[in-house]
């Protein structure tokens, strides 16, 4: 079983509202990780966590928060969002195996509107 | 740093035609090739991959070879459907850490008509 869970699929919130997005995976993979991406292009890496540690933040703006809870899930919290961050927000785990063969596998994303 | 370049499309295909979509890359080292696919309104899905020079790597009727002399990972298929109209990523990931980071190209929308 290669699933990554996400919910909800589909969010729409306001500038001023507060949400979450929800990751979970059962393979056993240390490494997880959060992309964004917008219509037409590649998905771009925000986070990663690996031993449920921040490892890499890719100069994300601070109105999203990613947080690990524990190794089987990854949540990221929205605040004071602007329009231009609505896009498909993909989840992906891995096990943090040393070397070239790191396999990420994705969820089917969350579909965001800010408006 | 490390790139990866994609044949751009939208590249419109007969079924059963066959397929070839372009990638070719730069990196330091010997990296990990992939083939991602993305169906409509989906998340991206692993197709393929291959992790050392001349592996080739094949999924449902797909196949690409990780060819070194000329840095390229070429996605071929013999006889496409239209239910392989999705858009096709390359990507590699390089380095020595324990979560490497993805590296993708442009990505190719494939349409294939009946």
């Known amino acids: 079983d290669t699933e990554v869970t996400q919910t909800p699929k589909h969010l729409v919130m306001g500038m001023t509202n507060k949400k979450s997005l929800k990751c979970e995976q059962h393979m056993g993979h240390r490494a997880m990780y959060w992309y964004k991406q917008k219509a037409k292009k590649p998905p771009e890496l925000m986070f990663v966590?690996?031993?449920?540690?921040?490892?890499i933040n890719e100069s994300v703006p601070s109105r999203f928060s990613p947080e690990c809870p524990n190794s089987s899930l990854l949540n990221l919290h929205l605040h004071a969002l602007q329009p231009e961050d609505s896009a498909l927000y993909l989840c992906a785990s891995s096990q943090p195996t040393r070397g070239r063969q790191n396999i990420q596998y994705f969820g089917a994303g969350t579909r965001l509107s800010v408006l | 740093g490390d790139s990866v370049t994609q044949m751009e499309g939208p590249v419109t295909l007969s079924e059963e035609a066959f397929l070839t979509i372009n990638c070719t890359y730069t990196a330091t080292g010997y990296p990990s090739l992939f083939w991602y696919v993305q169906y409509p309104g989906e998340g991206l899905q692993l197709l393929l991959k291959a992790t050392k020079a001349d592996d080739k790597g094949s999924n449902k009727g797909f196949e690409a070879t990780y060819r070194k002399e000329t840095t390229s990972f070429h996605l071929e298929k013999g006889s496409v459907q239209v239910s392989d109209s999705a858009v096709y990523f390359c990507a590699l990931i390089s380095g020595s850490g324990n979560t490497g980071k993805l590296i993708f190209g442009q990505g190719t929308t494939l349409q294939v008509k009946p």
């Open positions: 966590y690996s031993y449920e540690k921040l490892s």
